[in-house]
């Protein structure tokens, strides 16, 4: 059965020309989450970035069935770490976007496996959404991330319903630039790239600083980390790098 079109909220036009294969992308999706055999929703709860970092958010790490916002002041330092929330996901994760870089022997440095990571290419807005949406609904998918540079709130409440009723984590990977002060989603990060620190395909291990600029029940807060890629942790530099950060008015 052809799924329907994407809902008229999305946007407010609607594509005319052929666009993303909504049914070829159900049918994929269907046949990987078979063959890995992960058919049971992943479990609710956090996912765990560094004991330090942990201990500042509500539940212990960042939270599942639930959408978060990544602001890239550096591309290659939030698609890094973007692979690597993706990564404890554990299981089937999409990256959707209008043209897809992602390379991933790259993120693999960041622990996210190949063969756990689906590219979708929408080139139009409503397509990306709907297959967002549609991905995080699908219980057997662990994470999606979207990278966008605009969403507007009535779709960014969908996506985060469609993340409570599926279980897995979803991810909105947007230009620092091209954010409003409002948000539906649970987190916003910003991460910047330290000197000496390297994106998501350099040699060595990155540095970022991450910045906690909204989180429902958190203080903003921002800490300098180091990823290890030799044994995949996240650790947060000298462990006395927390800094408040002033509160933005909405």
Known sequence: MTPPPPPADHETDTP????????????????????LDRSAAPAHGSLPLS?????????G??????????LAEEPGA???????????????????APEP???????????????????????????????????LRCPGVAGVLLLAETVEMTAARRLQLAAEAGGGIGLLLRPAGSVDAATVAMTRWRV?????AGGAQALGDPRWRLSLERGRGAQPQSWDVTWRV?????????????????????
Do not use: N, Y
């Not at 005319?16 to 063959?35: E, K, W």
């Open 101 to 135: 870089d992602a390379w991933p022997p790259g993120l693999a440095r960041f622990g996210l496996a190949p063969a756990d990571l689906v590219l979708v290419k929408a080139p139009r807005r409503a397509e990306a959404l709907w297959a967002m949406e549609e991905s």
């Open 78 to 96: 939030a698609a890094g770490f973007c692979a690597l929330l993706l990564a404890r996901a554990g299981g089937t994760v999409l990256w959707i």
């Open 230 to 250: 030799a044994t995949e942790r996240l650790e947060v530099d000298g462990m006395a790098a927390l800094r408040s950060l002033p509160r933005r008015r909405a």
């Open 192 to 196: 910047d790239a330290l000197p000496g």
């Open 16 to 35: 005319t020309a052929p666009g993303l294969d909504q049914a070829a992308l159900i049918a994929a999706l269907r046949a990987r989450i078979a063959r």
């Open 61 to 70: 790490g960042l939270a599942r069935a639930a959408l978060h916002e990544v």
């Open 51 to 59: 004991p330090a970092i942990d201990a500042a958010l509500p539940g």
